[in-house]
């Protein structure tokens, strides 16, 4: 029994890294992306996995796997062995794909050991550059001259962009009409042209419209004001208490061990602490964030509670 408990102690000290700080991690890790490659999430991804690489002296593997609203990836994460060489990437999808899919294979809070929130962005509120609507209150006042008649667009049914624009309606008491598309890219095109009035969209995806010239920026859906876009007020200056913010974070599966977390952590907080890695986030227009895992915890368990509030108010059931 002796030879047993000792064994045991043992290799419950080489996972978490207790009998030695080399001990985590003896070789690479896999950071699942759960979108294609190319995007805002998959580029936030390699610089951090890069940094963390160079600081843990093991290689972080990134491995896209898409597919169905993120929910193919994040199942994948949860269902690997808690052992701290298998990650995974959140965004909103974590949190949404509960409230608009059936059988997505995991639980948003039940089968993932939360370790950092890494970033966070605004939801811009952009209009074509020659509209009408000049502020939130513009807004507000042409939906109930004309209920039924402002087009917005998103990236999709049940998208983070989408449940921004129902959160607003409902705040605003006002009726705006959902046309959904596949992906922001095509949505926010036809803002440019005109056939749609506006667009609640990521702020990664309007930076350069709204530099450019092509979009105007109406109002940021941070709790502040964002240093992306400092001329815009918030939304929450005309609708006290509306927030919509995307965002960034890691996460380990379910049981992986606190010390092994805690180590992953603290990387991940030096990281956002280094000149380099924040030059390099920012350029993709997003808010370092950082934090405890159990920050990180808390805020995940609200924005669970948000999603199903505001997939209520817009009429959304799991399909």
């Known amino acids: ?56 002296g093991q290689q ?21 062995a808690p052992d701290g060489y298998t990650l995974v990437t959140a965004t909103p999808s974590l949190t949404i794909n509960p409230a608009i899919q059936k059988d997505i294979g995991y639980d948003p809070i039940k089968d993932f050991e939360p370790v950092a929130l890494v970033a966070t962005s605004p939801i811009v509120l952009v209009v074509p550059k020659d509209s009408k ?18 087009r917005y667009g998103s990236a999709g049914i049940g998208s983070a962009t989408h449940l921004s624009s129902a959160l607003f309606a409902a705040m605003a008491d006002v009726n705006l009409v959902h ?21 609640f969209e990521n702020a990664p995806s309007v930076l350069g419209h709204v530099q450019g010239g092509s979009l105007r920026g109406i109002a940021v859906g941070s ?25 960034f974070g890691l996460l380990a599966p379910a049981k992986t061990p606190r010390a092994v977390v805690d180590a992953l952590n603290s990387a991940i907080n030096k990281a956002l602490a280094d000149p380099a890695v924040q030059k390099q986030m920012e350029a993709l ?9 159990d920050q990180f915890a808390a805020f995940l368990k609200t924005r669970v509670e948000e999603v199903k509030a505001v997939s209520k108010a817009a009429n959304l059931t799991p399909q």
């Open 60 to 80: 972080m593997v990134v491995v896209n796997v898409g597919g169905a609203g993120g929910t193919i990836g994040l199942a994948q994460a949860a269902k690997a």
């Open 133 to 150: 609507i000049n502020s939130v209150r513009d807004l507000i006042d042409a939906a109930k001259a004309k209920p039924g008649e402002i």
């Open 223 to 247: 709790a502040k004001r964002s240093a992306m876009f400092p001329a815009l007020p918030t939304i929450a200056e005309t609708i006290p208490g509306y927030e919509a913010t995307s965002w």
């Open 179 to 199: 046309v959904p598309y596949r992906g922001a890219g095509p949505a926010l095109l036809d803002v440019i042209a005109g056939r749609l009035d506006l667009q």
């Open 1 to 56: 029994m002796l030879k047993i408990a000792l064994s045991i102690l043992i290799a419950v000290a080489a996972t978490t890294g207790s009998a030695g700080q080399t001990a985590y991690p003896t070789h690479p890790i896999r950071l699942i992306v759960p979108f294609a490659p190319g995007g805002s999430t998959d580029s936030q991804a390699r610089i951090v996995a890069d940094f963390l690489g160079r600081a843990l």
């Open 285 to 293: 227009a997003v808010d370092l964030v950082g934090g405890s895992p």
